[in-house]
């Protein structure tokens, strides 16, 4: 008897161990945050049905009424098979302060057809924590702060020092600009690099706009580097606006001609930064960029500094179109070493600012000014830029 009690007791002490392993093992983060949504991130040790619950962050409880559950859906269908999870949440409004919890459902079997079995949830807390805030970008206003990190590199330990003095509540958005990892091998590689420090810090309730650099062109898993930070146009490359403020993503492709022997045969960058450039001729005659107060450009590969066949390719596509449209700041980096270049300099008629890789950009843009603040270890500001605003009256109509 005292044997098949143990053994029951095993068998018991099995099942549990078995039934607590399915947990959310990273995140949540936001990104790809506009006037009316945002995509929420994380990811499950196992197989999961997941979904995201925001409700207004008023100051009533989570629970003062039930809310409606928004899932991760393809062409109609609520996707239950992986273990990556994102999430877009829908008709929000602008600026305005939201909290929201995410759960997921283990998936324990799915022999056939559309029998799904599920097992547990689990959920973020929101009995011993508040749960998560962000707001909304706003729909107006000269106003917008936002940091800028690049060429981390896989130093997770040193970007949590680097940032640990920022107030992130005075942030509407943090900047990745290329370069946060060396290479992409693996979703557990990009969590360790980067997104988990970033989830700790500030991504749970800021959002992050990412911006891919020439090296998150590389790794066996560098094509899936899209589902960690989905995009609604499905690119890298995109355009953003926080009130009045327009922000312009643009992916710089590999910084070496498609032919060396490091790409082993896989790279075509002449040919999409050609595409690219289409969308650029489009996206700078766009009523989003045209009615902006301010236009700042985010580039990972400074086109006007070097000359590698990258920085040669983007400043014969890209800077005849960019001249042309009133972009008033370019954020750079790739270069591991910080320097302002003027307007007027190496044919740019806007200025442009390479930040290093051991430093942090704060920009604050204003009706007048954008100020950028080079900020290094220990919140020590190395440089402080201001570039005035001169838009002309018939522009900004």
């Known amino acids: 008897m005292k044997k098949l009690l143990f053994s029951l007791a095993g068998l018991l002490f099995s099942l549990a161990a078995v039934a607590q392993d399915f947990k959310i093992t990273h995140g949540p983060y936001l990104c790809d945050m506009t006037r009316d949504g945002v995509t929420v991130v994380w990811t499950t040790s196992k197989p999961a049905l997941s979904w995201v619950e925001v409700a207004p962050d008023d100051g009533r409880s989570f629970y003062a009424q039930e809310h409606a559950r928004h899932y991760q859906t393809v ?73 800028m990190l690049n060429d981390i590199h896989g130093r997770a330990d040193y970007m949590k020092d680097l940032c640990k003095k920022i107030d992130f509540s005075e942030i509407g958005f943090v900047a990745f600009n290329g370069d946060m990892s060396s290479s992409v091998e693996s979703g557990e ?26 090296h998150e062109t590389r790794g066996v898993y560098s094509d899936r580097l899209r589902d960690y930070f989905p995009t609604r146009n499905g690119e890298f490359y995109g355009i953003y606006r926080y009130g009045d403020v327009c922000i312009l993503m643009l992916d710089c492709g590999e910084d070496k001609p498609d032919s060396d022997v490091e790409y082993y045969g896989l790279a075509d960058y002449d040919a999409y930064r050609i595409e690219e450039c289409e969308w650029l001729k489009k996206a700078v005659q766009s009523e989003e960029f045209r009615s902006a107060s301010a236009r700042v450009v985010l580039l990972h590969v400074p086109p006007t500094t070097g000359t590698w066949h990258g920085n040669v390719h983007l400043n014969e596509l890209f800077m005849p179109v960019l001249n042309e ?63 005035p605003l001169n838009r002309p009256a018939a522009d900004s109509e």
């Open 189 to 214: 590689q990009l969590f360790a690099d980067y997104i988990d420090a970033a989830a700790a810090l500030f991504a749970s309730g800021t959002p992050i706009l990412y911006n891919r650099g020439n």
């Open 75 to 147: 062409a109609g269908r609520r996707l239950a098979d992986r273990t990556l999870h994102a999430v877009r949440l829908k008709g929000l409004k602008p600026g305005t302060d939201y909290c929201y919890r995410i759960f997921s459902q283990e998936v324990t079997a799915w022999p056939q057809r559309g029998k799904a079995t599920y097992g547990s949830v689990v959920a973020s807390d929101v009995f011993r924590r508040k749960p998560y805030p962000f707001r909304t970008f706003p729909d107006s206003g000269a106003d917008c702060s936002f940091i």
């Open 325 to 387: 449209a009133g972009v008033d700041l370019m954020l750079c980096g790739h270069e591991h070493r910080c320097s302002v270049h003027p307007a007027g300099e190496r044919g740019a008629r806007f200025p442009i600012v390479i930040n290093d890789n051991k430093s942090y950009a704060r920009c604050d843009v204003s009706d007048s000014l954008i100020r950028v603040q080079i900020v290094g270890p220990k919140g020590k500001v190395a440089h402080t830029h201001e570039f």
